[in-house]
């Protein structure tokens, strides 16, 4: 008969050994056990809405669980980032970041989260570049006659962004400087509605993600000027970037990755992350992007972290510049 000792001994062998392995090993329920939310700082239609239900689709389809799009707008992704900071680190909810999360520290300095701090990067999923966009009626034909006509009318153009903080929105200040001319921002929760707004007539120009405006550039309802980024786009050769317009220097690129909360376990990260990379690396996923006039940028959590930071140091320098320029 086998001693209790020996029996006692095998139960703490097993226990240690379950104890060193990974949850998904060691008993606890399999990831992901339930469905996954994937929460968005803007609402329904704009860019960022477009390339979280791209991936939302093919998450799905990769983890065996429904993935549901979230929209909570506002504060340029401020308030979805908070939802998604206060929620367990379980990788059942997720955060499609942009590049606002990285300029908000510097205009909301009491934000109640840190984005460095608080989020565990997945991976950079894609990057597209900003364009410049009027409405037809505005009586001008390129970037030169677009300057122009704002230094006649100070104070009288209005342009649009999906809200304050927003790369759209920091897109139309730096254009402020640069060209010296003298717009109001009208922000709104989104691109989508923002673009309607442009179409509709309530403000004359601007800056958007390429996604949101290209279709409506194809049908003729708005304008393209130019693009922000730093070479004309593959799904819109025919627009000039901002340099050959006539504003060089001037060059912005926004970009959108995945995010979780803090202390979620590496090793969801690291699935989170085998996953968007190989989505992102599929044919038809690389495809939409690029008709989109977006970039698939897959990659490691530590490299989407060293974007985080550096990106950060970069819109904290450019806003100080900005307010120093603006208080002259």
Not at 137 to 155: M, R, T, Y
């Amino acid at each position: 008969m086998t001693s209790i000792r020996f029996l006692r001994a095998l139960a703490l062998l097993a226990f240690a050994w379950g104890a060193a392995l990974p949850s998904s090993f060691a008993g606890a329920e399999p990831y992901p056990s339930r469905p996954i939310r994937l929460v968005v700082g803007y609402a329904a239609g704009g860019a960022t809405d477009v390339m979280a239900r791209l991936m939302a689709q093919k998450l799905s389809e990769a983890l065996g669980q429904p993935v549901i799009v979230e929209n909570r707008p506002g504060a340029a992704g401020s308030i979805a980032a908070e939802v998604v900071a206060t929620s367990a680190p379980d990788g059942h909810t997720i955060f499609m970041s942009t590049i606002a999360n990285t300029i908000n520290p510097s205009l909301y300095p009491n934000l109640p989260f840190d984005f460095a701090r608080d989020f565990a990067p997945v991976s950079l999923v894609a990057a597209v570049p900003n364009v410049l966009v009027v409405n037809p009626s505005l009586n001008v034909k390129d970037l030169k006659e677009f300057i122009a006509l704002a230094k006649s009318q100070p104070g009288k153009i209005n342009f649009a962004s999906s809200g304050i903080g927003s790369s759209i929105h920091v897109s139309g200040e730096l254009f402020k400087t640069m060209a010296a001319v003298d717009m109001v921002h009208v922000p709104y929760k989104g691109s989508a509605p923002a673009v309607m707004g442009l179409i509709g007539g309530q403000v004359q120009a601007m800056f958007d993600n390429m996604p949101s405006s290209l279709p409506h550039i194809k049908a003729g309802a708005l304008r393209a000027l130019a693009v922000t980024g730093p070479s004309r786009s593959p799904a819109a050769p025919d627009i000039p970037t901002m340099a050959e317009a006539g504003l060089p220097g001037y060059e912005i690129t926004s970009w959108f990755g995945l995010v979780v909360p803090a202390k979620t376990p590496p090793e969801i990260v690291a699935r989170l992350n085998a996953e968007t990379v190989r989505i992102l690396k599929q044919p038809d996923v690389t495809e939409s992007l690029a008709a989109l006039g977006a970039e698939a940028i897959p990659g490691t959590p530590d490299a989407f972290a060293a974007v985080i930071k550096s990106e950060t140091e970069r819109w904290a320098s450019v806003l100080k510049h900005l307010d120093t320029q603006a208080r002259r």
